[in-house]
T-cell receptor, first 116, second 114 residues
Framework: DTGVSQDPRHKITKRGQNVTFRCDPISEHNRLYWYRQTLGQGPEFLTYFQNEAQLEKSRLLSDRFSAERPKGSFSTLEIQRTEQGDSAMYLC??????????????FGSGTRLTVV | AQTVTQSQPEMSVQEAETVTLSCTYDTSESNYYLFWYKQPPSRQMILVIRQEAYKQQNATENRFSVNFQKAAKSFSLKISDSQLGDTAMYFCAFVTGTASKLTFGTGTRLQVTL
């Protein structure tokens, strides 16, 4: 297993366009998390899945944001009508369920979004 | 509310020296786990060390150790024999037994110099 993969690594988009990011977690991990990290800040929680179920969403996740994990494997995060304030690094992480999740997450390299 | 505070935005240490990064947190729960993550420039975040709140003994991983003061809700990271490769952002984080998401601090940028 090569760890958590995120695609693309970088994305530049014009304001108002839609973008979609993909995350492939570690195959044995049934929990998947999305975080957003702006410059000089720590990661902020957006949402997480247990298998295909989206169990929690942050208030940061406006109605322009949607995340899916259709088969409990990879996940996508879509941002509609992007705004300049959406510019950030979007991090994906995965962990096993239960006690294993208390051992910390495995993070991907992130997708850096720049909205111009 | 659960919060993590890292009061040192930037720190610098010379190679081979020891440095301590500070972290305080706030939670009303008694069961939780604390972490230090390292994020090198343009690279992914990796786990450095973890500490279970119910354990009194401070965790140690090679050159990295923590000073966990539960009553003070303090969780500092000590890096001994600093190396150039330790240059990175360091984030303190925790997760409670009833929650699933990690809560992060704002990070400390550590620069190791020759």
């Amino acid at each position: 297993d090569t760890g958590v993969s995120q695609d693309p690594r970088h994305k530049i988009t014009k304001r108002g366009q839609n973008v979609t990011f993909r995350c492939d977690p570690i195959s044995e991990h049934n929990r998947l998390y999305w975080y957003r990290q702006t410059l000089g800040q720590g990661p902020e929680f957006l949402t997480y899945f247990q298998n295909e179920a989206q169990l929690e969403k942050s208030r940061l996740l406006s109605d322009r944001f949607s995340a899916e994990r259709p088969k409990g494997s990879f996940s996508t995060l879509e941002i509609q009508r992007t705004e300049q304030g959406d510019s950030a690094m979007y991090l994906c992480a995965s962990s096993p369920q239960g006690v294993g999740s208390l051992y910390g997450y495995t993070f991907g390299s992130g997708t850096r979004l720049t909205v111009v | 509310a659960q919060t993590v505070t890292q009061s040192q935005p930037e720190m610098s240490v010379q190679e081979a020296e020891t440095v301590t990064l500070s972290c305080t947190y706030d939670t009303s729960e008694s069961n939780y786990y604390l972490f230090w993550y390292k994020q090198p420039p343009s690279r992914q975040m990796i786990l450095v060390i973890r500490q279970e709140a119910y354990k009194q003994q401070n965790a140690t991983e090679n050159r990295f150790s923590v000073n966990f003061q539960k009553a003070a809700k303090s969780f500092s990271l000590k890096i001994s024999d600093s190396q150039l490769g330790d240059t990175a952002m360091y984030f303190c984080a925790f997760v409670t037994g009833t929650a699933s998401k990690l809560t992060f601090g704002t990070g400390t940028r550590l620069q190791v110099t020759l």
